[in-house]
Every structure is written in structure tokens, then in C-alpha cells.
């Protein structure tokens, strides 16, 4: 059982566009964090939401965490080809210190 | 600051074969993790250290492989015998002090078991 489901699993699209990346679970998380991943690397951290409703930017990244801590969203304006890469969420469970990855979504973004 | 460093960065063996990757982490960091990342999945942590004390090893097939962290600084990771669905990314992760802290990810080692 995936306790983070990440949506899309995949998005390909074009340079200038708006998207969405969606992680959403049954848990309640204390936390959220956002990765990006590009191949040959490992994740390097974008963002950590920890309040239930909590709104961050970051450039065009906007990141939302849900008022009961169980989903996050991110959301991306222009999208430039510099943004292609493996978004990862992850979080430790309520009580817990150990991160809980999602799958992923593969974003490639197309001049 | 250096980040942390992993090697090989590739690696391929047969199965039944030992192999052993090496972290050296981010200086200072008492945290040390090796997650699992299997292709088209997100990372599993395999164990974390404290220092040189073994925190979470729960998730480790401790049958087949083996950590140790001498020192409280760098740290192996050991597979033997290695079977084919071992083939993945492994990466090596540090803290300053412990989950509640940011982690700092290597560039990982990709094995292939044939």
C-alpha cells in the first residue's frame, strides 16, 4: 500500500504552461516536503509545508499543504524547461520521524 | 560546503555476487540514511545512524545486506549475495542532527544486478 499517491505519474508539456502536481493520502502527516529530482542525482529539497492550510512560493512554484495535513499540491506558472525533473513529496506520519516517499511525477517540459 | 559524496557511482555484478558502496557525509551531520530507489519509485529508507548507533534498521533485508557507520562519519553499505531485484539507486542522505532536519541526498550509486 503506497501511503502517498502522486498525480500525475507522468506530464509532458509545453514551455510557458501552467500545471499542477498533486500528492494526496488517508494519513495525517506532520509534515510535507517537496523534491525535485533530476536523473544521475538525488532529490534536492524545494520546500517543507507544516501547518494544515499553509501557502509557500517560491518563484512559480506555489506549494499548498491541506487544512487536515493529509494532501499537498504543487503548482507551477510559465513552466520553463529548467522545471523538468522527478517531484517527489514525502513526510514523516504523525508521530513518526522516519520520511514516507511518493512515487513521483516525471515532468518534462519542452521548449 | 561539500555535499555528500557516494562511490561507485556504477555498478554492475552478477547475481550472487558482494558488492559495497561508500557515503561520506556532510561534515558535522550525526544523521546518516541509505534509502533504496527502485526504477519508477521514490526512495525507501533502508537504515539511519545516529552517529555510529543504528536508529531504524526495520526496513533492512538484513539477510542479504549490512550497514555499518565506524566513526560516526562515513558510513558502507554491503549486498551478499545480491539477487537481480537488489538492481536500483542507492542513496545515502544526511542531517545535522535528525529526521526533524533537512536532508542532504548524494548523487546516489546505480546498481545493476545481471
Known amino acids: 500500500t503506497q501511503l502517498l499517491e502522486q498525480s500525475p505519474q507522468f506530464l509532458s508539456i509545453q514551455e510557458g504552461e501552467n500545471l499542477t502536481v498533486y500528492c494526496n493520502s488517508s494519513?495525517?502527516?506532520?509534515?510535507l516536503q517537496w523534491y525535485r529530482q533530476e536523473p544521475g542525482e538525488g532529490p534536492v529539497l524545494l520546500v517543507t509545508?507544516?501547518?494544515?492550510?499553509e501557502v509557500k512560493k517560491l518563484k512559480r512554484l506555489t506549494f499548498q499543504f491541506g487544512d487536515a495535513r493529509k494532501d499537498s499540491s504543487l503548482h507551477i506558472t510559465a513552466a520553463q524547461p529548467g522545471d523538468t525533473g522527478l517531484y517527489l513529496c514525502a513526510g514523516p506520519l504523525l508521530g513518526s520521524y522516519q520520511l514516507t516517499f511518493g512515487k513521483g511525477t516525471k515532468l518534462s517540459v519542452i521548449p | 560546503e561539500a555535499g555528500v559524496a557516494q562511490s561507485p557511482r556504477y555498478k554492475i555484478i552478477e547475481k550472487r555476487q558482494s558488492v559495497a558502496f561508500w557515503c561520506n557525509p556532510i561534515s558535522g551531520h550525526a544523521t546518516l540514511y541509505w534509502y533504496q530507489q527502485i526504477l519508477g519509485q521514490g526512495p525507501k529508507l533502508l537504515i539511519q545512524f545516529q552517529n555510529n548507533g543504528v536508529v531504524d534498521d526495520s526496513q533492512l533485508p538484513k539477510d542479504r545486506f549490512s550497514a555499518e557507520r565506524l566513526k560516526g562519519v562515513d558510513s558502507t553499505l554491503k549486498i551478499q549475495p545480491a539477487k537481480l531485484e537488489d538492481s536500483a539507486v542507492y542513496l545515502c542522505?544526511?542531517?545535522?542532527?535528525?529526521?526533524?532536519?533537512?536532508?542532504?541526498f548524494g548523487p546516489g550509486t546505480r546498481l545493476l544486478v545481471l
Open positions: 542522505a544526511s542531517s545535522l542532527r535528525d529526521p526533524r532536519g533537512t536532508q542532504y
Open positions: 509545508v507544516v501547518t494544515g492550510g
Open positions: 494519513s495525517v502527516f506532520s509534515s
